[in-house]
Protein backbone atom coordinates (compact mmCIF):
# COMPACT_ATOMS: atom_id res chain seq x y z
CA UNK A 1 0.00 0.00 0.00
CA UNK A 2 1.45 3.23 -0.92
CA UNK A 3 1.62 6.75 1.21
CA UNK A 4 -1.61 8.37 -1.03
CA UNK A 5 -3.58 4.97 -0.42
CA UNK A 6 -2.37 5.05 3.54
CA UNK A 7 -3.17 8.82 3.17
CA UNK A 8 -7.04 8.14 2.20
CA UNK A 9 -7.74 5.13 4.53
CA UNK A 10 -6.79 7.44 7.76
CA UNK A 11 -8.83 10.02 6.54
CA UNK A 12 -12.03 7.81 5.90
CA UNK A 13 -10.96 5.95 8.76
CA UNK A 14 -11.28 9.48 10.82
CA UNK A 15 -14.65 10.01 8.72
CA UNK A 16 -13.34 13.33 7.37
CA UNK A 17 -13.78 14.83 3.72
CA UNK A 18 -10.47 15.85 1.98
CA UNK A 19 -11.24 19.54 2.40
CA UNK A 20 -11.75 19.36 5.86
CA UNK A 21 -8.24 17.36 6.13
CA UNK A 22 -6.94 20.27 4.05
CA UNK A 23 -8.38 22.85 6.02
CA UNK A 24 -7.03 21.32 9.33
CA UNK A 25 -3.01 21.90 7.82
CA UNK A 26 -3.83 24.91 5.96
CA UNK A 27 -3.48 23.27 2.63
CA UNK A 28 -5.20 22.91 -0.60
CA UNK A 29 -7.81 19.85 -1.28
CA UNK A 30 -6.98 19.26 -4.98
CA UNK A 31 -3.18 18.27 -3.12
CA UNK A 32 -4.67 15.78 -0.81
CA UNK A 33 -6.57 14.27 -3.48
CA UNK A 34 -3.65 14.31 -6.07
CA UNK A 35 -1.68 12.44 -3.14
CA UNK A 36 -4.19 9.91 -2.58
CA UNK A 37 -4.65 9.40 -6.32
CA UNK A 38 -0.66 8.92 -6.90
CA UNK A 39 2.20 6.55 -6.19
CA UNK A 40 4.09 8.15 -3.67
CA UNK A 41 5.75 7.79 -0.72
CA UNK A 42 6.13 10.89 1.06
CA UNK A 43 5.19 14.61 1.18
CA UNK A 44 6.03 17.87 2.06
CA UNK A 45 2.83 17.39 5.08
CA UNK A 46 3.44 14.30 6.48
CA UNK A 47 4.33 15.39 9.87
CA UNK A 48 0.83 17.69 9.90
CA UNK A 49 -1.30 15.48 8.12
CA UNK A 50 -0.16 12.34 10.92
CA UNK A 51 -0.94 15.43 13.40
CA UNK A 52 -4.13 16.22 12.00
CA UNK A 53 -5.27 12.59 11.48
CA UNK A 54 -3.89 11.63 14.95
CA UNK A 55 -2.11 8.66 12.95
CA UNK A 56 1.55 7.00 14.00
CA UNK A 57 4.23 9.49 11.73
CA UNK A 58 6.18 6.16 10.85
CA UNK A 59 3.07 4.16 9.82
CA UNK A 60 1.97 6.88 7.57
CA UNK A 61 5.28 7.05 6.02
CA UNK A 62 6.63 3.27 5.18
CA UNK A 63 3.60 1.36 6.36
CA UNK A 64 5.66 -0.19 9.16
CA UNK A 65 3.59 -0.72 12.56
CA UNK A 66 0.32 0.26 14.00
CA UNK A 67 -1.81 3.33 11.94
CA UNK A 68 -2.92 4.95 15.65
CA UNK A 69 -0.65 7.22 16.94
CA UNK A 70 0.89 5.70 20.18
CA UNK A 71 1.22 9.79 21.56
CA UNK A 72 -1.60 9.12 23.68
CA UNK A 73 -5.37 7.69 24.01
CA UNK A 74 -8.36 8.79 22.19
CA UNK A 75 -11.58 8.85 23.08
CA UNK A 76 -14.67 9.10 20.56
CA UNK A 77 -16.09 12.85 20.44
CA UNK A 78 -18.62 12.47 18.16
CA UNK A 79 -21.11 14.66 18.83
CA UNK A 80 -24.71 13.31 20.27
CA UNK A 81 -27.61 14.82 21.58
CA UNK A 82 -28.85 13.59 24.65
CA UNK A 83 -32.32 15.51 26.07
CA UNK A 84 -30.90 18.67 24.59
CA UNK A 85 -27.59 17.97 25.80
CA UNK A 86 -24.56 18.52 24.14
CA UNK A 87 -21.41 16.33 24.80
CA UNK A 88 -18.72 18.79 24.95
CA UNK A 89 -14.78 17.23 24.48
CA UNK A 90 -11.95 18.16 26.62
CA UNK A 91 -8.83 19.25 24.39
CA UNK A 92 -5.48 20.03 26.33
CA UNK A 93 -3.70 22.96 25.08
CA UNK A 94 -0.86 21.30 24.47
CA UNK A 95 -3.33 19.31 21.60
CA UNK A 96 -4.74 22.87 20.83
CA UNK A 97 -1.06 24.40 20.09
CA UNK A 98 -0.50 21.57 17.08
CA UNK A 99 -3.62 22.28 15.39
CA UNK A 100 -4.24 24.89 12.49
CA UNK A 101 -8.61 24.88 12.67
CA UNK A 102 -10.63 22.71 15.28
CA UNK A 103 -12.89 19.95 14.09
CA UNK A 104 -14.36 17.43 16.78
CA UNK A 105 -13.02 14.59 14.56
CA UNK A 106 -8.95 16.13 14.10
CA UNK A 107 -8.51 17.07 17.92
CA UNK A 108 -7.56 14.25 20.53
CA UNK A 109 -10.14 14.59 23.45
CA UNK A 110 -9.41 13.82 26.94
CA UNK A 111 -12.79 13.57 28.61
CA UNK A 112 -15.88 14.85 27.93
CA UNK A 113 -18.28 17.92 29.56
CA UNK A 114 -22.48 18.52 29.33
CA UNK A 115 -24.65 21.65 28.29
CA UNK A 116 -27.60 22.42 27.36
CA UNK A 117 -27.71 23.10 23.30
CA UNK A 118 -30.45 26.03 24.13
CA UNK A 119 -27.84 27.87 26.50
CA UNK A 120 -25.08 27.24 23.76
CA UNK A 121 -27.04 28.61 21.06
CA UNK A 122 -28.57 31.40 23.32
CA UNK A 123 -24.98 32.68 23.22
CA UNK A 124 -24.95 32.36 19.63
CA UNK A 125 -22.41 29.58 19.96
CA UNK A 126 -22.76 26.40 17.27
CA UNK A 127 -22.79 23.06 19.40
CA UNK A 128 -20.96 20.72 16.79
CA UNK A 129 -17.90 22.97 17.23
CA UNK A 130 -17.61 24.01 20.83
CA UNK A 131 -14.56 22.29 22.72
CA UNK A 132 -13.70 22.94 26.54
CA UNK A 133 -9.61 23.83 27.38
CA UNK A 134 -8.45 24.57 30.42
CA UNK A 135 -6.56 28.35 30.60
CA UNK A 136 -4.03 27.85 33.05
CA UNK A 137 -3.19 31.75 32.07
CA UNK A 138 -3.22 34.65 34.45
CA UNK A 139 -3.37 37.02 31.13
CA UNK A 140 -7.40 37.61 31.74
CA UNK A 141 -7.51 37.74 34.93
CA UNK A 142 -9.56 39.27 36.72
CA UNK A 143 -12.16 38.29 33.57
CA UNK A 144 -11.00 34.75 33.89
CA UNK A 145 -9.18 33.22 36.56
CA UNK A 146 -6.17 31.12 36.29
CA UNK A 147 -6.70 27.48 35.34
CA UNK A 148 -10.38 27.99 34.79
CA UNK A 149 -12.04 25.83 32.29
CA UNK A 150 -13.28 27.47 29.31
CA UNK A 151 -15.42 26.67 26.45
CA UNK A 152 -14.45 27.39 22.87
CA UNK A 153 -16.69 28.18 19.82
CA UNK A 154 -13.90 26.68 16.86
CA UNK A 155 -16.95 28.23 14.26
CA UNK A 156 -15.98 31.60 14.88
CA UNK A 157 -12.18 30.79 13.83
CA UNK A 158 -12.91 32.94 10.44
CA UNK A 159 -12.75 37.22 9.69
CA UNK A 160 -13.87 39.11 10.14
CA UNK A 161 -13.05 39.38 14.06
CA UNK A 162 -15.77 40.44 16.07
CA UNK A 163 -14.36 43.92 18.02
CA UNK A 164 -13.49 43.01 21.79
CA UNK A 165 -14.40 39.63 21.86
CA UNK A 166 -12.19 36.91 23.61
CA UNK A 167 -10.55 34.08 21.37
CA UNK A 168 -8.96 30.93 21.82
CA UNK A 169 -5.82 31.52 20.12
CA UNK A 170 -2.62 29.81 18.79
CA UNK A 171 0.44 32.03 18.84
CA UNK A 172 3.95 31.18 17.92
CA UNK A 173 2.96 27.48 18.80
CA UNK A 174 2.00 28.54 22.10
CA UNK A 175 -1.69 28.51 23.35
CA UNK A 176 -3.27 31.53 24.48
CA UNK A 177 -6.37 33.37 25.13
CA UNK A 178 -6.73 37.35 24.03
CA UNK A 179 -9.06 40.41 23.21
CA UNK A 180 -9.15 41.19 20.19
CA UNK A 181 -10.17 44.04 18.02
CA UNK A 182 -9.16 45.91 15.17
CA UNK A 183 -8.26 49.18 14.91
CA UNK A 184 -8.75 51.94 12.35
CA UNK A 185 -5.37 51.19 10.13
CA UNK A 186 -6.19 47.46 9.93
CA UNK A 187 -3.94 46.12 12.32
CA UNK A 188 -4.91 43.91 15.37
CA UNK A 189 -4.93 44.67 18.89
CA UNK A 190 -4.14 41.73 21.56
CA UNK A 191 -5.75 43.05 24.34
CA UNK A 192 -5.03 41.28 28.29
CA UNK A 193 -7.29 42.08 30.44
CA UNK A 194 -4.79 41.44 33.39
CA UNK A 195 -2.97 45.14 33.31
CA UNK A 196 0.34 43.48 34.29
CA UNK A 197 0.56 42.36 30.81
CA UNK A 198 1.23 44.82 27.74
CA UNK A 199 -1.27 45.12 24.37
CA UNK A 200 0.34 43.88 21.10
CA UNK A 201 -0.56 45.01 18.02
CA UNK A 202 -0.12 43.22 14.77
CA UNK A 203 -0.11 44.58 11.16
CA UNK A 204 -3.21 42.59 9.49
CA UNK A 205 -0.48 41.07 6.68
CA UNK A 206 1.44 39.59 9.59
CA UNK A 207 -1.18 38.15 11.65
CA UNK A 208 -2.18 35.25 10.29
CA UNK A 209 1.80 34.63 9.55
CA UNK A 210 1.96 33.40 13.53
CA UNK A 211 -1.49 34.00 14.90
CA UNK A 212 -3.85 31.08 14.13
CA UNK A 213 -7.86 31.93 15.76
CA UNK A 214 -9.13 28.72 17.17
CA UNK A 215 -12.47 30.07 18.30
CA UNK A 216 -14.29 32.62 20.22
CA UNK A 217 -14.13 31.95 24.03
CA UNK A 218 -18.27 32.06 25.26
CA UNK A 219 -18.17 30.67 28.57
CA UNK A 220 -16.40 30.42 31.52
CA UNK A 221 -17.81 31.42 34.93
CA UNK A 222 -20.23 33.81 33.04
CA UNK A 223 -21.56 33.91 29.44
CA UNK A 224 -20.85 36.02 27.01
CA UNK A 225 -23.04 37.18 23.61
CA UNK A 226 -22.18 37.03 20.63
Given at each position: ???????????????????????????????????????????????????????????????????????????????????????????????????????????????????????????????FYVFE????????????????????????????????????????GQFMV?????????????????????????????????????????????????
Amino acid sequence: MAFGARLKEARKYRGLTQQQLADAINWDQGAIGNIERRDSNICSHSAAIASALNVNLDWLITGVGEMDSPRRETIDCTKINIDNTSVIPIVSSEELAQVKTYHPNLVAATGSSYQKIDRIKLAGADDFYVFEVVLGSDNMQPTIAPNTAIRVDGSKATYPINNNKIYALVVNGQFMVRRLATRVDGSILMHSDNSLYKDEVVSSDNFSDFVTILGWVFDWNMTDAW
